[in-house]
């Protein structure tokens, strides 16, 4: 996983780090949500509740390729983590450098990796171009980020895509260079997986670190929203890794705008399945076809979440 941690980058770690069916090998924190100092005190913070000490971390950027640094504390806190006061730990990053640890990670796997970035792709992008020989290594690309039809960082573009657009173009032209598939979990389904309030109380009373944790990273969010429910956000990529079937998926040509005034950093999906308008389209079609999510059963990825952090976790379903 690459990550930003913040509030549901938790809640997906947490689900990576408890589901007996992913073999969690390897974090790396970049800039996004907050600082990646800060990113990185909160993923191994994470990690030991979760009793997953075992798991590498590593510190990446701490900006983006080109930009200056932006963050989302407005709705993370200014921890990140919902300011909750569950950031204490004494574990130390990895001494390489994320990229490093990246690269190290995909050459030594004795199977393709699965990366699920749910943070801005600038880690990915710079392995991409530092070290493209790991990238052998990866199977699959499962990343948070981009949407068909909306934003929230801008009315046109989606947060992770927006803080480093360049980077998510490298990453996508890459992938279609190179044959991997990609699976771009946005903001068309990225709100439907939600766990209400009571549901939440429930995992606090529980009586378990993790339990507790995830259950008050809810109840922060439905204080913050006013709601009685509250999405669990990047989790849901991790769900989709677990179980596949519940996304639906459509395979589109996929670009990032990179230049826009008000549509920088948006994902440009193309959806027209008329052939004689790409013919006369002067850009032509996109190189990346990406597996994009367009539906999804939010229950279902809401309670396989439920059911991991809760201690009864289920595999894919049939």
Request: glycine share 10%; aromatic share 4%.
């Amino acid at each position: 996983m690459d990550v930003d941690t913040g509030v549901d980058d938790a809640c997906a770690l947490l689900l990576a780090a408890l589901h007996p069916e992913i073999e969690l090998r390897a974090v790396t924190c970049v800039g996004g949500n907050t600082d990646v100092a800060q990113v990185t005190r909160n993923t191994l913070a994470v990690l030991e509740i979760a009793g997953r000490e075992d798991v590498p971390v590593g510190r990446g950027a701490e900006r983006p390729l080109i930009e200056r640094a932006v963050h989302a504390r407005h709705v993370h806190g200014d921890d990140g983590m919902g300011d909750l006061d569950w950031v204490h730990t004494d574990r130390q990053p990895d001494p390489r450098h994320a990229v490093e640890l990246l690269r190290d990670v995909l050459g030594s796997a004795p199977e393709p990796v699965t990366l699920v970035p749910t943070a801005p792709m600038t880690n990915v992008a710079l392995l991409a171009r530092t070290y493209p020989d790991a990238l052998r290594g990866v199977g699959r690309i499962v990343f948070m980020g981009g949407a068909a039809q909306r934003g929230n960082a801008t009315a046109s573009a989606e947060f992770n895509v927006f803080h480093d657009p360049e980077a998510t173009a490298i990453v996508l032209d890459v992938a279609a260079e190179r044959g991997i598939p990609v699976t771009m979990y946005g903001l068309d389904v990225f709100y439907e997986p939600k766990v209400s309030r009571a549901e939440a109380r429930q995992l606090v009373s529980s009586g378990t670190d993790a339990t507790r944790l995830a259950g008050e990273l809810v109840e922060f969010q439905c204080e913050r929203f006013g709601s009685d429910e509250a999405t669990i956000g990047d989790a849901g990529a991790v769900c989709a890794v677990i179980d596949p079937e519940g996304i639906g998926t459509t395979e589109l040509p996929v670009r990032v705008e990179l230049a826009g005034t008000w549509s920088r950093g948006r994902t440009i999906v193309d959806v027209r399945d008329w052939s004689g308008d790409l013919d006369h389209d002067p850009h032509g079609r996109a190189d990346a076809m990406i597996d994009v999510a367009l539906e999804i059963d939010g229950r279902r990825y809401a309670d396989l979440w439920l059911d991991t952090i809760g201690g009864t976790p289920r595999g894919a379903i049939s």
